[in-house]
């Protein structure tokens, strides 16, 4: 798993760089007290050489995915398929090849596929480098405590346990770093970056499992890793076909739905709703004043109250609401089965939590973090069974919103004519 950046690094605020030249330092110095003890046979070197052809021969037959999905990228966390090969080393490799097979694999990497991309810049890929290895030696440590013999195929529990372990070490190490430097670059904790979502985890978690069966083979019947590249095939191009759906339905700087992909959703769930004969409500939540947080502390630090709004929406509102950014500062939900009393309540209680939150953004001006607050007004239509209309609510939500920008801001209205019958 890795994260992409922008600029040079010396233009990154300090805590970025001190973070950075803090796992940079602790990878190489682990690494470096990780040769000088290890003892390397003849075997090993074997292993070393299979892993580092199916490194390899994975990357040139693959690189044009691979240079698309780090193209999706852009902004976010990227995870490859380089676990596979950087897990199995930790497994059946000593120390100091276990570190090696992720240098061949990560300069491989940005020799070929990486430094291609626009907005890729050399110490992001020496930080995921970092990450990596940290995670590999984690993961070695690990294995090497429950099972000296490091070998992960005798039926004795303490193998199984031992490589579950290591597993899940290696995932819990890479994920605190990514997350760490998502943190401190961008001042915000989103569950997103921390956790990272359902679908991440699965595809991270397939590839360590991919891992484990390539140290099996390379165990026992080594030319049988090969029929590894299958699978790994597959895995990239599942990973592709996802980020192609999420770049065509999430909008990018908020992760919430986009306008086209709310509307099919909204859509759909007015269906559902008139076939169970259950009343509809539709908010439109508009940021007060965005131009003068753009004009006073930049662009960027609009896209980090855009998202720290989007981040508030996602929380308060329940798994089933549809919620979207419908284009430039305003956000749209909808609400399967919510009255006009009940939707009232819950526009209110949107309102009061933007403008609750502190929001961390670069100051253009002063060095350093500044606190900023923001508030929203927000238009509230609702009707009742069998007269929903999605274009007829969203236009009685804009009047509303429209009425509460002219009523002072930061206020809730609601339509009273999206509730006639």
């Not at 992960?152 to 997350?179: D, K």
Request: some cysteine; charged content about 20%; proline content about 3%.
């Amino acid at each position: 798993m890795g994260a992409r950046g922008s600029g040079t690094l010396r233009a990154k605020p300090w805590r970025v760089v001190a973070l950075v030249a803090s796992v940079d330092a602790a990878a190489a110095l682990l690494s470096v007290a990780a040769v000088f003890p290890g003892t390397v046979t003849v075997s090993d070197l074997g292993r070393f050489g299979v892993l580092a052809a199916l490194s390899v021969i994975y990357l040139e037959f693959s690189r044009r995915v691979e240079h698309r999905r780090r193209l999706f990228a852009e902004g976010s966390s990227y995870i490859d398929v380089s676990s596979v090969w950087v897990f199995a080393g930790a497994i059946v490799l000593p120390a100091p090849l276990a570190v090696s097979i992720v240098l061949v694999i990560y300069i491989h990497l940005w020799l070929r596929a990486w430094r291609h991309v626009d907005g890729a810049r050399k110490y992001a890929a020496i930080y995921t480098t970092s990450t990596i290895t940290l995670s590999c030696l984690a993961a070695y440590a690990a294995l090497s405590r429950i099972d000296p013999d490091r070998d992960i195929l005798p039926s004795a529990l303490h193998a199984i346990v031992a490589v579950i372990v290591a597993l899940v070490v290696y995932r819990i190490v890479n994920a605190v770093l990514i997350a760490a430097a998502f943190v401190v670059s961008t001042g915000t904790w989103r569950p997103s970056v921390l956790l990272g979502s359902w679908s991440d985890n699965a595809f991270e978690f397939s590839t360590l499992a991919l891992g484990v069966f390539t140290a099996a083979a390379l165990q026992r019947v080594p030319w049988f890793a090969v029929m590894v590249l299958p699978a790994v095939f597959l895995l990239q191009y599942h990973a592709l076909l996802r980020d192609l759906v999420q770049a065509a339905t999430v909008d990018a700087k908020t992760e919430l739905l986009n306008a086209a992909a709310w509307r099919q959703l909204a859509q759909r769930e007015l269906g559902r709703a008139d076939r169970q004969e259950s009343s509809t409500a539709v908010l439109v939540i508009d940021m007060d004043r965005f131009k003068h947080i753009n004009d006073t502390y930049g662009h960027l630090a609009g896209d980090t109250a855009l998202r720290a709004v989007a981040d508030t929406l996602a929380d308060e509102l329940r798994e089933y609401d549809a919620v979207g950014r419908f284009g430039g500062e305003e956000f749209v939900a909808l609400l399967p089965g919510a009255d006009p009393h009940a939707a009232l309540n819950v526009a209110e209680r949107l309102r009061r939590r933007i403008e609750d939150a502190e929001i961390l953004v670069e100051g253009r001006n002063a060095p350093g973090m500044q606190r900023v607050h923001v508030t929203a007004s927000v238009g509230v239509a609702s009707t009742p069974a069998k007269t929903a209309d999605l274009d007829d609510l969203l236009r009685a939500a804009d009047d509303a919103l429209y009425a509460a920008k002219h009523g002072g801001r930061n206020t809730v209205r609601v339509a009273p004519t999206a509730v006639a019958v």
